[in-house]
């Protein structure tokens, strides 16, 4: 039973635009939130995360909000860069664990 | 700082044979977790280790999957005997005390004829 859901498995942006990707949970226990990025062939890196206690957190051209009555976060880029172009995971924790999205594909075009 | 370090990248193995994942964790890191990717479940846990003892293991598919950490700078995950739809990418994460990101290896392709 998938516990956090990326519904988009891909998404085009051009370049300068405002990517915006999301995600939702079902478990009111994650009190933790992530986003990784993945490149062909490498592991994922972290990106950003936030806590529950938290609606917003910025780190230059990447904001994570979490609307947790809606059980629902999302990651902005602003402004897109070809270089952003990778797969995007979203990930949820109640403790040590780790839940992942199954991803979202971000394309940026020139 | 060197990363998680995993070997081999790349394993193709035939059916039956005994398949040795490794990894290097990030020095002073104690939290270690083995992962699987699969195009239909996604990243999964498999087991996550704390200060080398095993604390969670559910999530091992089966008896032939196991996993140890004789000490706080090497892991195994090692599958035997192997099958086919044990074909994925297996990462390696590490993570430090004060701190819930963990980080990745490059992961290795498993592949089983």
């Known amino acids: 039973d998938q516990q956090v859901k990326q519904n988009s498995p891909s998404l085009s942006v051009q370049e300068g635009r405002i990517s915006i990707l999301n995600c939702d949970y079902t478990?009111?226990?994650?009190?933790?939130f992530l986003w990784y990025k993945k490149y062909p062939a490498e592991g994922p890196t972290f990106l950003i995360s936030?806590?529950?206690?938290?609606d917003k957190n910025e780190d230059g051209r990447f904001t994570v909000f979490l609307n947790k009555s809606a059980k629902h976060l999302s990651l902005h880029i602003v402004p897109s860069q070809p270089g952003d172009s990778a797969v995007y995971f979203c990930?949820?924790?109640?403790?040590?664990?780790?839940?992942f999205g199954k991803g979202t594909s971000l394309l940026v075009t020139p | 700082d060197a990363g998680v370090i995993q070997s081999p990248r790349h394993e193709v193995t035939e059916m039956g044979q005994e398949v040795t994942l490794r990894c290097k964790p990030i020095?002073?890191?104690?939290?270690l977790f083995w992962y699987r990717q699969t195009m239909m479940r996604g990243l999964e846990l498999l087991i996550y280790?704390?200060?080398?003892?095993?604390?969670?293991d559910s999530g091992m598919p089966e008896d032939r999957f196991s996993a140890k950490m004789p000490n706080a700078s090497f892991s195994t995950l090692k599958i035997q005997p192997s099958e086919p739809r044990d074909s994925a990418v297996y990462f390696c994460?590490?993570?430090?005390?004060?701190?819930?990101?963990?980080?990745f290896g490059p992961g290795t392709r498993l592949t089983v004829t």
């Open positions: 020095s002073g890191h104690n939290s």
């Open positions: 936030i806590s529950s206690i938290k």
């Open positions: 280790f704390n200060n080398n003892v095993p604390i969670d």
């Open positions: 478990n009111s226990m994650f009190d933790y």
């Open positions: 990930a949820a924790s109640a403790g040590y664990a780790l839940n």
């Open positions: 994460a590490s993570s430090g005390r004060t701190s819930l990101e963990q980080y």
